[in-house]
Structure formats: structure tokens, C-alpha cells
């Protein structure tokens, strides 16, 4: 059976992680799209595997964020066609918990933006913390139940509600200028300076800047669902790991104590023997 070496692979792994493409990857490091594509499965399921089982316990834990980004399979929903329902393609949302002292990416989950999928994300968070946390969301309605029914009371939690003036169709491509905020205390005690979302939808553009299928107004969208969950399980290994954070000056998984060693691509190639 043919095996790349393993500096091949790095190589494939270096170029994934720094936001190219399947192509792109496949003409820098000299190989067939078909090779990156298989590695990035095989990478992107022990990636996956790795996190699920070693982020776990926190116990450095007590300021969490949780956001959800958009993006979309083959095409946006405007665009299919009602037997294409159903069957992979379209909106995807992908549900990202950070904590905003070590940033650390504690859970994530991809799947649509309903209150089951909330449910689930809420509980898989739950059971990666020791202590007791003050989380902040923004104001969609679902987290309030997601979070009772995974926390049971024991949380402080607070949410963040933006205001947002009128769409002006002349700067189409920019965002709504918030005109407010308001602070809601929604179970515990949270305390109220630190019920914010900054730091998520800080990551939610690092993502967008790092993943090239997260690029808007192109066409390198995931084509498939697998491929898109592969890049995302790859990228958010190499964020807790391998990338030094600025302000932390050594990465979230050493700040957090998962990890007490700076990681680099070898380690993550070296995860699928």
C-alpha cells in the first residue's frame, strides 16, 4: 500500500492549516488533490478524536462564550431545489464554546441552528468542565432552554442583546451598525461587566480567515459534509495546540493546562499513527 512520507504529509497538513484549498495544497506540495483529500479525512477524524477525549476536566475554566458562525454545503438555501432538502447540502452552522481567559476552544459542534442542536451542544459543553462557569451567549432564544437542561441552574449566565440600526443597501457588504446593547440576567449570578461575546466572534473571523472554505462571496465552499468537518476538527486542533496566541504568548491548550508542551504539524501527522 502506497504511504506518503511523513515530511509530505507535514507539508500537506502546514498548507491546510494556513487557510488553502484542496487545489492550492495539491500544486504547493506537488501531489494529487485525491492525496489531500484522504489525508484530510483520516487527519480531520483523529483530530477529532483527540480533542472529544483530552479536552476534558477544566478546571482553569470560568468565563465561557459561545457563538455560532454560518456557512453552507454546495449551495446556499435560496438555490436548492426541494429534493435537494435533506440530503447535505445547504446552510451548516458550526457552534463554538471559548473560554475567554485562555481561549481555549473547549466544545464545538456543526450541524443547523435549532434548539436540538443547542440541546446538544450545551451538554457536550457540561461534561468537558470540573467547576461551576459564568457563560455568555448572544440573545437566540434557544440557548436559554439549552442551557437549563444542561446545567440544571448550576451556571451563571447572562446574555448579550445587540441592537442594530436600519440596512443601508449602499454599504451592502458591511454589517448594521449597532446602536445598542443590553445586558440580560438570565440564571446565577453572572457578573455583568463580563457577560460579552467579543471574543467568540473574534474567533468567528479567525475562522473565516483561516478555513478557505469559510471565505464569503467565493465559490470555495465544502462541497461535501465529511471534508467540511475534517477542516473544521484540523483547525481547531491546530488553534488549541499548535498556534501561539499573541496576547497568551504560548497557545490556549498550554494557558488551559490540557497540554504542558508547544505543539507543531508533526505532532498533529503524528496523531494518525
Not at 64 to 76: A, H, L, P, R, T
Not at 125 to 143: E, N, P, W
Amino acid at each position: 500500500m502506497n504511504k506518503l512520507p511523513r515530511e509530505k504529509q507535514i507539508e500537506i497538513v502546514k498548507c491546510l492549516t494556513e487557510g488553502m484549498s484542496l487545489r492550492a495544497t495539491a500544486r504547493m506540495a506537488d501531489v494529487s488533490r485525491n492525496t489531500v483529500s484522504k489525508l484530510l479525512l483520516e487527519i480531520g477524524e483523529v483530530c477529532e478524536q483527540y480533542h472529544d477525549e483530552h479536552v476534558r476536566n477544566l478546571d482553569k475554566t470560568f468565563k465561557v462564550q459561545c457563538d455560532e458562525i454560518w456557512s453552507f454545503i454546495g449551495k446556499k438555501d435560496k438555490n436548492m431545489s426541494m429534493n435537494e432538502i435533506g440530503m447535505g447540502v445547504g446552510s451548516v452552522w458550526t457552534w463554538t464554546a471559548l473560554d475567554a481567559d485562555n481561549k481555549l476552544i473547549i466544545s464545538y459542534a456543526i450541524g443547523e441552528r435549532t434548539l436540538q442542536c443547542a440541546m446538544s451542544f450545551m451538554k457536550d459543553l457540561k461534561s468537558r468542565l470540573s467547576k461551576r462557569i459564568q457563560l455568555s451567549t448572544d440573545g437566540f432564544a434557544a440557548y436559554r432552554t439549552a442551557v437549563e437542561v444542561a446545567f440544571q441552574g448550576e451556571i451563571e449566565f447572562g446574555q448579550i442583546i445587540k441592537l442594530y440600526g436600519n440596512f443601508d443597501t449602499d454599504h451592502k457588504y458591511s454589517p448594521a451598525e449597532c446602536t445598542n446593547i443590553k445586558k440580560h440576567v438570565v440564571t446565577g449570578r453572572p457578573v455583568k461587566k463580563d457577560i460579552s461575546t467579543s471574543y467568540v466572534e473574534r474567533q468567528n473571523l479567525s475562522m473565516r480567515m483561516g478555513m478557505r472554505r469559510f471565505t464569503r462571496l467565493t465559490n470555495a465552499s465544502s462541497k461535501k459534509m465529511e471534508y467540511h468537518v475534517a477542516a473544521i476538527a484540523l483547525y481547531f486542533m491546530h488553534y488549541n495546540f499548535v498556534r501561539i496566541h499573541q496576547t497568551l504568548r504560548c497557545t490556549p491548550g498550554m494557558e488551559a493546562g490540557v497540554t504542558k508542551r508547544l505543539w507543531d504539524i508533526g505532532d498533529l501527522v503524528d496523531l494518525l499513527e
